[in-house]
């Protein structure tokens, strides 16, 4: 009689192992697959209109995050350029003036022949005037605070009036000079003071001939002159002193019966205008500006106290 073969017991074991072979090669094709799948990019076009909506939507973080993220991958492209003002002009909505003038300067650099150029340069000299206004309720150009942005102001002003002296911005951000000039005037004024009432009075006559020098249409011109001839005659030089009263008092004078003030006042076109021109002369065009040259150090900058002088209170320069 015929007995059935008896199954050994490996290939049972190898059946039952089989399906666990086939699941796993089954999870490693999958996985494969996955792995090489394309990544689709989206064209840099349709990102930055889906980065206008965003802005058009009021999502402006969104929209600031979208126009980067452009700029980042098409760099050198007009889009990516146009993503710099774009993030340029979000910002300084927000007040984020630091951000605002750093992609304006992107934009500049990487679209240097753009017809916005000149927006751009205006945009600029605003940005400035803005981080120079300090306070929300009451804003105010506090002359004790840094006066870095007024002065890049005036830097500002001289390129756009070079390249565009007949913009329609000119007129606007002419104000924005007045209003650097006569905060940077105060200042000085406040510093020389700050050195005059300590008894720094070499580095308060500095001062005040750079104040008298450089700003020549300060409307407080006569204070800052009688303390200059204080300064004179508490530091041991009564001759400049003595002198100085002469011009003072004839230039005033003359001045105030000319009828002029300071806002008509015309200053010297520079600082060898001073030398030249008659003391008379320079007494009736501006009060400030008659001061002989020989009164201003020879070798130290009039602009910074001399190394003698010490600043006790730790006021920056």
């Given at each position: 009689?015929?007995?059935?073969?008896?199954?050994?017991?490996?290939?049972?074991?190898?059946?039952?192992?089989?399906?666990?072979?086939?699941?796993?090669?089954?999870?490693?094709?999958?996985?494969?697959?996955?792995?090489?799948?394309?990544?689709?990019?989206?064209p840099a076009r349709v990102s930055y209109m889906q980065a206008e909506g965003m802005e058009n939507q009021g999502l402006i973080s969104d929209a600031i995050a979208k126009y980067q993220e452009i700029a980042d991958q098409n760099p050198g492209t007009l889009l990516g350029s146009f993503s710099f003002l774009k993030i340029g002009d979000l910002n300084f909505g927000l007040d984020n003036w630091e951000e605002a003038e750093t992609n304006y300067r992107l934009f500049l650099t990487t679209n240097q022949n753009s017809h916005l150029t000149s927006?751009?340069?205006?945009?600029?000299?605003?940005?400035?005037?803005?981080?120079?206004?300090?306070?929300?309720?009451?804003?105010?150009?506090?002359?004790?605070?840094?006066?870095?942005?007024?002065?890049?102001?005036?830097?500002?002003?001289?390129?756009?009036?070079?390249?565009?002296?007949?913009?329609?911005?000119?007129?606007?951000?002419?104000?924005?000079l007045s209003e650097a000039h006569k905060a940077l005037?105060?200042?000085?004024?406040?510093?020389?003071?700050f050195y005059f009432e300590r008894g720094?009075?070499?580095?308060?006559?500095?001062?005040?001939?750079?104040?008298?020098?450089?700003?020549?249409?300060?409307?407080?011109?006569e204070q800052v002159l009688k303390r200059l001839i204080q300064s004179y005659r508490k530091n041991q030089q009564p001759g400049l002193a003595e002198e100085l009263e002469r011009f003072y008092q004839t230039g005033f004078e003359r001045w105030r019966n000319s009828g002029k003030n300071s806002d008509t006042a015309k200053p010297p076109a520079s600082s060898s205008a001073i030398e030249v021109k008659s003391r008379d002369t320079m007494a009736r065009e501006n009060p400030a500006g008659f001061i002989p040259a020989g009164f201003y150090p020879a070798k130290e900058n009039p602009g910074r106290p001399s190394p003698r002088a010490k600043n006790p209170g730790g006021l920056p320069g």
């Open positions: 009689m015929n007995t059935p073969p008896h199954s050994s017991p490996t290939r049972v074991r190898g059946f039952l192992w089989l399906p666990l072979i086939m699941l796993a090669f089954i999870m490693l094709a999958l996985a494969g697959c996955e792995s090489v799948e394309p990544k689709i990019r989206i927006y751009i340069l205006y945009k600029l000299v605003v940005v400035q005037h803005r981080k120079s206004i300090t306070g929300v309720f009451f804003p105010s150009r506090e002359i004790e605070r840094n006066m870095e942005p007024n002065r890049r102001i005036i830097q500002e002003f001289q390129r756009f009036f070079f390249l565009y002296p007949n913009s329609m911005f000119l007129e606007e951000i002419r104000s924005y005037a105060a200042h000085e004024h406040m510093v020389a003071d720094q009075f070499n580095a308060a006559v500095s001062r005040y001939l750079y104040l008298l020098k450089k700003f020549p249409n300060y409307p407080d011109s």
